[in-house]
């Protein structure tokens, strides 16, 4: 099947493109509903079209994903509650033009400079992913190794106030996915001898007690906060509005693509840097930042929609989540029986265009829900939390036990649910709980090949690495994130600044 | 690598269970296939929970470093009185699906959700639960063609029924 007749799939077929509809225009609402999220949206979805085939399933869920990026803006912008955690910069300027009675204005450009970095995200994917899957194809399995350890390490280190806290998480995740049968010696692993443990813990049970259970818990701490009612203005900005701050927009949805492309960060710390480097470039900004600066909107908002495209990146060609929501994207690729690496673009090409598209679609429907029915999306959003938190959990009980109809799914939910409730009130991050159960076959896998090809010798497997400019590179990667947050290296900076 | 925050109600507790759950994690690994080799499938999982460990000691060390938070209490800040119940309606919803079914359960858990946290009428609780268990159970079962314990609910029979409806029609 060659590429055009690939990018064609969800736009000839009308049940595909309104599938992408559909999930865009919900991905908005769970994006700005505050207390839901894609992350949650996505792994609870994933128990809902478990029997379907893979492209109806994929299309709902890449519209959720790029709907719901976006969407966390419009809370950031209304209530100074950023929907998603890719939004933390936007509120930082949107809320004070929202005071000022320009909610509609900021909206309306948040909207275009989001498609804009959305599309260059895309262009990215599909004009370097084949490029790196043909290079990723020499990876080694030391290689492997470390990408899932930085990615790790990184989602770790950025996700939380503590390095240490991140570790935990991700080795926690780790652990989780080694549970059951070994599928190489089918040796038993943490299954203390029980049945149930044999087949593993259910991915899904995990994911949608980490994320659905533990926020819904989370929310109801502030569940009858009054909403903060807005006034809607005008909506489509100006084209020159736009123009003016097109060339930021270039450069900030640049940041975002490759930070979305970096293995372990997203749309979050892409957003952030975004603005940062807004505020170092923009010498006399209309506004001051931080009191309702256009420049501090383009900025982390063209940087997390490119991140979409980023993100899927290494997802697609190395078999590596960029965050939280990639991976389960690559968990729901696994349940429909694909496998995200290199050799997806070589066997299953019309796959990756597939996803290219869609996503491009996505991107355009982003664009038309984004600038029409706000005023709707404005009551929506002021339901009380009280009524749509029940939704939610139950929700998340039907999905959970709908994956295999099996109520101890259920009670795993609800355990996993607890203790990610707890982590994060103790200020642990769940994100690299579910990339090491995303990552730990990979990196089990990957390890073991990489000794047994060096003759069981740590040290071989070292001067390898060493050797290899690749390894040394991810290698020393490794090193610097542990070494960075050490008090070593505070020593080495203050010494240098001596 | 430490936090500033101060420490909150029942955190020590909690990074003690973490500390012990570790161990015993790496007890547990340490038995898959001792320090048998390198590429053994219990490597993996001893490196991790050795991890796991080492982390929660660390945390644990830095957890009794820094003073108690103040102001807050374990059974308004941490576990307030709807996280408790929420945990218990969920708990006694996976008791009750398989006997009851999943339209009455899931009716009696929003009723009784949405009643206790947005405080509203009953009338109002009941209503809502009946439009959204409906919309639930259309969009599941139609779209998603999810299968849910029918339970107490003749579903099958009902669902016949009304096909057979249409049936009649057509003839």
């Known amino acids: ?498 | 690598m430490q936090t500033t925050q101060p420490r909150r109600p029942g955190e020590l507790v909690f990074t003690i269970i973490m500390v012990l759950g570790s161990l015993f994690l790496l007890w547990s690994a340490y038995g898959i296939s001792g320090f048998e080799a390198l590429s053994a499938p219990g490597a993996i999982p001893m490196v991790t929970a050795a991890t796991m460990a080492i982390c929660a000691l660390m945390i644990l060390r830095d957890t009794l470093r820094r003073s108690p938070v103040t102001g807050e209490k374990l059974e308004r800040d941490i576990l307030p009185m709807p996280v408790v119940v929420t945990i218990v309606m969920i708990t006694a919803y996976a008791l009750l699906l398989k006997p009851l079914g999943f339209v009455p359960t899931s009716f009696i858990f929003l009723t009784v959700m949405i009643r206790y946290l947005a405080r509203c009428t009953f009338a109002r609780a009941v209503l809502l639960s009946v439009v959204i268990v409906a919309v639930i159970y259309l969009v599941f079962r139609v779209v998603f063609t999810v299968l849910m314990p029918a339970g107490i609910v003749p579903e099958a029979e009902i669902i016949a029924w009304v096909s057979g409806l249409f049936a009649g029609e057509g003839n």
């Not at chain 1, 309306?108 to 498609?115: C, E, L, N, Y």
């Not at chain 1, 909403?227 to 640049?254: C, D, E, F, N």
């Open chain 1, 1 to 498: 099947m060659d590429v055009l007749q690939s990018l064609l799939i969800p736009i000839i077929d009308l049940k595909l493109l309104g599938l992408i509809a559909l999930g865009t225009f919900a991905g908005i609402y769970v994006g700005a509903i505050p207390g839901l999220s894609v992350t949650m949206a996505v792994s609870i979805l994933i128990s809902f079209t478990f029997s379907w085939e893979v492209y109806p399933a994929l299309a709902l869920m890449i519209g959720i994903y790029m709907g719901g990026v976006y969407g966390g803006s419009r809370t950031a912008i209304l209530l100074n509650i950023p929907g998603a955690p890719a939004a933390i910069a936007t509120a930082l300027d949107g809320y004070p033009l929202a005071q000022k009675g320009l909610a509609g204005e900021a909206i309306g450009i948040v909207t275009v400079v989001s498609f804009i970095g959305g599309f260059i995200g895309i262009l990215a994917l599909a004009l370097f992913a084949p490029l790196l899957a043909d290079f990723a194809i020499r990876f080694q399995p030391r290689d492997y190794m470390l990408l899932a350890v930085l990615g790790i390490l990184l989602v770790g280190s950025l996700s939380g106030d503590s390095l240490v806290k991140g570790i935990f998480a991700g080795a926690l995740g780790i652990g989780l996915g080694s549970v059951g049968m070994d599928p190489l010696t089918y040796t038993e692993r943490f299954t203390f001898g029980t049945d149930a443990l044999r087949s593993g813990v259910s991915f899904v049970a995990v994911m949608i007690g980490m994320f659905g259970i533990s926020e819904g818990l989370m929310q109801l701490h502030t569940v009858n906060t009054a909403a903060v009612k807005q006034k809607i203005g005008r909506i489509i900005p100006s084209w020159p509005l736009v123009r003016k701050h097109l060339p930021l927009g270039l450069q900030t949805s640049s940041i975002g693509t490759v930070i979305g492309a970096l293995p372990g960060t997203g749309g979050d710390i892409a957003a952030l840097i975004a603005y940062d480097h807004a505020t170092r470039v923009t010498r006399n900004p209309e506004v001051p930042f931080g009191k309702g600066a256009i420049e501090g909107l383009v900025a982390p908002e063209t940087a997390n929609n490119a991140a979409v495209g980023g993100a899927f990146i290494p997802m697609l060609t190395l078999g590596i989540p960029g965050d939280a929501v990639t991976a389960i994207m690559i968990g729901a690729l696994f349940i429909h029986g694909l496998n995200p690496g290199p050799m997806l673009m070589v066997e299953q090409p019309d796959m990756f265009w597939f996803i290219v598209s869609a996503l491009g679609l996505a991107n355009v429907f982003m664009l038309i829900f984004g600038l029409t029915g706000i005023k709707m999306f404005v009551k929506i959003v002021e339901m009380p939390r009280a009524m749509l938190l029940p939704v939610i959990l139950l929700l998340s009980i039907v999905g959970a036990y709908a994956v295999s109809n099996s109520l101890a799914d259920v009670y795993w939910m609800l355990g996993f649910g607890v203790f990610g409730y707890f982590l994060k009130l103790y200020g642990y991050p769940l994100g690299p709980v579910i990339l090491g159960v995303i990552l730990s076959r990979l990196l089990d896998d990957n390890w073991r090949r990489a000794i047994i090809s060096d003759q069981e010798s740590l040290w071989m497997l070292l001067k390898g690495t060493l050797a290899s400019p690749l390894s040394l590179v991810l290698f020393v990667s490794v090193v610097l994130i542990f070494v960075s947050k050490t008090p070593l290296w505070g020593m080495i900076f203050r010494k240098k600044a001596g």
